[in-house]
């Protein structure tokens, strides 16, 4: 037997679409919005692309696949305008996701978070999420680092600030293939939410609309494309991460690392 936190010093949580904002609505829709405004119109699975990172590079992404990448500062102002639009009505605790950050601080693991979100968006998200009973032991957005996503430098902050190390004993927790990336780069273990961000892309009240065989395809595409983004383990959901820790703890007792 193990004390966890002995094994598992911390674990760093995403938000949107792993904590909060279930199916990452909240800039899909600022990013479609926006878009459309400029005459570009691209299906949710293409704007889906690439979320994860910082909004600005996730932008710039978008635009240069439309051959118009000089205009991200022109409009980035529209897109984070749209965003500070949307966040209070997508910042709504994901099921589940309170107890387990619960259980981390029961057990002593810290709670470290990573975002594609800038520092002004975080502060109205972070309050929010405090009011439904969650508030990590530590935020950090890809504005405080010299990269977002795929970069580990959010994950590097995060041991630095939370004091916690050997990063191949801490876990990464996200629901884009970004967020996995971020993890791997930064040499932790990866655990990859499919149904509830942004490979699904369904608010929790679309997801239980669709038709049994939908659901079941959906899901299906969203786990294979976070499996090929080579995470370390593929649950459905936040909800069910604390026995995947469990996992990772023995293993790392055995010595195992994480997939590099
Ligand atoms: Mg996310």
Redesign the pocket.
């Known amino acids: 037997m193990h004390s966890l936190s002995k094994v598992i010093p911390a674990v760093v949580l ?5 904590m909060v904002d279930h199916g ?1 609505c909240a800039p899909l829709i600022a990013l479609r919005r926006v878009l459309a405004r400029h005459g570009f119109s691209a299906p949710d699975e293409h704007l889906r692309q690439g ?2 990172r910082a909004k600005k590079e996730h932008l710039r992404n978008l635009l240069a696949l439309h051959g118009a990448a000089t205009a991200v500062d022109k409009i980035y102002p529209e897109l984070e305008h749209e965003i500070f639009g949307e966040l209070q009505a997508h910042a709504g605790l994901i099921a589940g996701a309170r107890e387990f950050a619960q259980g981390l601080a029961q057990q002593g693991i810290k709670i470290g978070s990573t975002t ?1 979100y800038t520092q002004a968006m975080m502060n109205v998200l972070a309050a929010s999420a405090a009011r439904q009973g969650y508030t990590p032991d530590l935020i950090i957005t890809p504005d405080q680092v010299p990269a977002g996503r795929p970069a580990p430098y959010m994950l590097y902050a995060n041991a630095l600030q939370l004091g916690v190390w050997p990063l191949w004993q801490c876990v990464k927790i ?3 293939a970004d ?1 996995i990336a971020e993890g791997r780069n930064a040499g932790m273990w990866t655990v990859a939410v499919a149904l509830t ?2 490979a699904f892309g369904l608010s929790s009240a679309d997801t239980e609309s669709l038709p049994a065989h939908q659901r079941q395809e959906k899901a299906e595409a969203a786990r294979s494309l976070l499996r090929a983004a080579g995470a370390d383990y593929v649950i459905d959901s936040v909800a069910d991460a604390a026995p995947i820790l469990e996992q990772i703890a023995s293993r790392i007792q055995s010595g195992d690392k994480p997939r590099s």
């Open positions: 995403d938000w949107a679409g792993t990452c979320m994860g594609g996200g629901d884009t967020d961000g942004n």
